[in-house]
């Protein structure tokens, strides 16, 4: 049934437009570099825009590229970031495809409609937003989340604490919603939509060049307690996602996306990645000593963001979605040469169906406690999640970054199911007070003011029947959640769609039912397939082939080896080293990605 299911997906009609190993790109356009010219995107970044746009871009001759025709096609309705983004967009679009590397905003990716997937757009939707839905006459959240999502923390045999961590730097990197909200049926998302490590890198220029030191490529850190940590805000607020409970001196991080306060081990996330970056543009600057600073920040930069895409698409989606869907529907490609079939007709926009439903499932996954695992497997002491909550730098403490390391290797994740930890249903945000605020709530009342369409439209689009009565929905839930369903709402049509999709049972070999499953899938391959800028691309803006195969060789577990002083640990982070092929083995049995392939023949470096 399940793969009858599959067959029926709503699926992208629009077929690959290259092969997947066809060789290196020809290039339509003459051969400009545009390193360290001032293009549109950064302007359009920043507050500059109208200077750059009416003074600096017609001096700026950047190419005579034939794109007018397709510029008359720009969704005007994209352009909303400020109203200062009503200009003639012909201008500035004229020099995107000259563009090297990806903007901090997104704007550019796509040539024929520049503003998709960029910071503050509208979210996509599959199936347009419904107000026709009486909100008052829906249950209320908590008594939804009271009964169906019962607090009992039923641990995960196979999957550790990384790969729910791992998904939520997934998820910040796709969508953000803006606060406050806007008109119920057009809601935007402040961050952009592509898998960049815009979370690292921020959204815009203003914030890419303030976490920037300008010099020899590197990002800002400073050394405390002998290791390399992001500097501190000097005065942190509550909008820097950083809590008022914090004790005197504790700060939060001052970085590219302030979501990364939001938890410990989030924030531990983002400084790998960080340190990443500054390991990869030590290493680049030493092979290649006459780049300029801006030429190692932003090779550094395509190389981290690359590593993040691999470990994302090839690691860490094929359990949450299953490995041989994605290859079926051309998510990922068994393959070691180029994959070219990018599609300007894919639009990687965040679907709000994704982001304020489908991936907000895997809040399901959070343990309570994080556990502090010392070299022999000892658990020497946890965290209580809920204590920590916008006060990251516990992580400093001590040996505390090295056994949250550990732990995101080596302890359990929370099972894929609709049992949650009462740290995050009844204590998030508790803030001193004895209780807090419940995610889950929060979830439900997200879906509402986004007006999402109700499950059952939704399983529709997805390819289930459209249920006529609450029992329909037995097709793919158990018995005891239509009858709950049916307890809760006065109608099916009612049921909301992250409460429905979070009951189905799994499409097998996966973390899914069919609905969400359906709608993830949809979002991983616009993700993909409308990214310009992806890493398994050929042409200019690609790797050579030799480097992609070392991209290829990437995994999470280096990262933490290379920048957790991490020593030992299993190959695949994800899952737990309990089966004879992911015991825990030493770093240096885990494979490198060789940077000396980035090493300029010196011709080119004088
Ligand atoms: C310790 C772990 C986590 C905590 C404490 C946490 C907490 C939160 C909070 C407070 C929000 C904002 C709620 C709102 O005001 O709307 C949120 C949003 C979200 N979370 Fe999580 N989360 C965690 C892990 C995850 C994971 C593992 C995933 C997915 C794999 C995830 C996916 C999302 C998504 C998609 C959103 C909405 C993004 C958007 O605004 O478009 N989170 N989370
Ligand atoms: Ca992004």
């Known amino acids: 049934m399940y793969n009858l299911l599959h067959g029926k997906y709503c699926w992208n009609t629009v077929s690959p437009i290259r092969s997947p190993f066809t060789s290196r790109q020809k290039t339509t356009c003459p051969k400009v570099d545009c390193t360290g010219v001032p293009s549109a995107a950064e302007a359009m970044d920043n507050k500059h825009l109208y200077l750059m746009v009416f003074v600096l871009l017609p001096v700026v001759v950047l190419s005579q590229c034939p794109f007018a025709a ?33 903007s901090y905003n997104g704007y550019c990716n796509n040539l024929k409609v520049p503003t998709r997937g960029m910071a503050y757009s509208y979210y996509a939707r599959l199936i347009p937003s419904d107000d026709s839905r009486n909100q008052s006459a829906l249950p209320l959240p908590k008594m939804i989340s009271e009964k169906l999502y019962p607090s009992k923390p039923i641990i995960d045999k196979d999957y550790s604490l990384a790969s729910m961590q791992y998904g939520q730097v997934v998820a910040h990197d796709i969508s953000d919603r803006i606060m406050p909200l806007l008109n119920g049926n057009k809601q935007k998302t402040t961050v952009t939509s592509y898998l960049d490590l815009s979370v690292i890198y921020g959204n815009n220029k203003e914030v890419a060049d303030h976490i920037r030191v300008f010099k020899e490529g590197l990002l800002k850190t400073e050394m405390r307690n002998g290791q390399e940590f992001p500097k501190l805000l000097k005065k942190p607020t509550i909008g820097d996602n950083c809590s008022d409970m914090r004790e005197p001196g504790e700060s939060c991080y001052d970085v590219g996306d302030t979501r990364a306060n939001q938890n410990p081990q989030l924030a531990m996330m983002h400084i790998l990645f960080i340190r990443e970056h500054n390991r990869i543009a030590r290493k680049l600057l030493q092979l290649n000593p006459n780049w300029t600073d801006e030429k190692v920040y932003q090779e550094a930069r395509k190389i981290n963001i690359a590593q993040h895409q691999h470990i994302a698409f090839y690691q860490y989606l094929p359990i949450v979605l299953g490995r041989k869907n994605m290859l079926e529907k051309k998510i990922i490609y068994d393959a070691d040469g180029y994959i070219d079939d990018y599609n300007e007709d894919v639009d990687a926009t965040a679907l709000d169906e994704h982001g304020n439903a489908a991936f907000r499932y895997y809040h399901t996954q959070i343990a309570g406690h994080l556990k502090l695992i010392t070299d022999t497997h000892n658990s020497t002491g946890d965290l209580r999640i809920s204590d920590y909550i916008g006060r990251p730098q516990i992580i400093e403490k001590g040996d505390n970054f090295y056994m949250l390391g550990r732990g995101l290797a080596f302890q359990q994740s929370m099972g894929v199911d609709n049992y949650h930890d009462d740290e995050i249903t009844k204590y998030m945000f508790k803030e001193g007070k004895q209780f807090g605020e419940d995610l889950k709530v929060i979830d439900i009342k997200r879906n509402r003011e986004h007006l999402l369409a109700p499950y059952n439209a939704l399983r529709k689009l997805c390819g289930l029947s459209s249920a006529e009565k609450f029992e329909d929905f037995g097709d793919v839930m158990e018995t005891e959640h239509v009858q709950s369903l049916k307890e809760l709402y006065d109608h099916h049509d009612d049921v909301d769609l992250t409460v429905g999709g979070s009951l189905e049972k799994h499409v097998p070999g996966t973390w899914a039912g069919p609905t969400f499953h359906c709608i993830l899938m949809k979002q991983f391959y616009n993700t993909r397939v409308g990214d310009r800028y992806w890493y398994e691309h050929s042409g200019e803006l690609g790797f050579t082939l030799e480097q992609l195969n070392e991209i290829r060789k990437s995994s999470l577990s280096k990262i933490l080896c290379e920048n957790a002083n991490i020593t030992k640990i299993q190959k695949d982070i994800f899952h737990l080293p309990n089966s004879e092929t992911n015991r825990e083995t030493n770093c240096e049995e885990i494979p490198a990605v060789n940077l000396m392939l980035w090493k300029e023949p010196k011709r080119e470096n004088s």
């Open 70 to 102: 397709q510029f008359k096609e720009i969704d005007r309705n994209h352009v909303q970031q400020s109203d200062k983004m009503e200009v003639p967009l012909e201008d500035s679009v004229r020099s995107c495809s000259k563009l090297k590397y990806r």
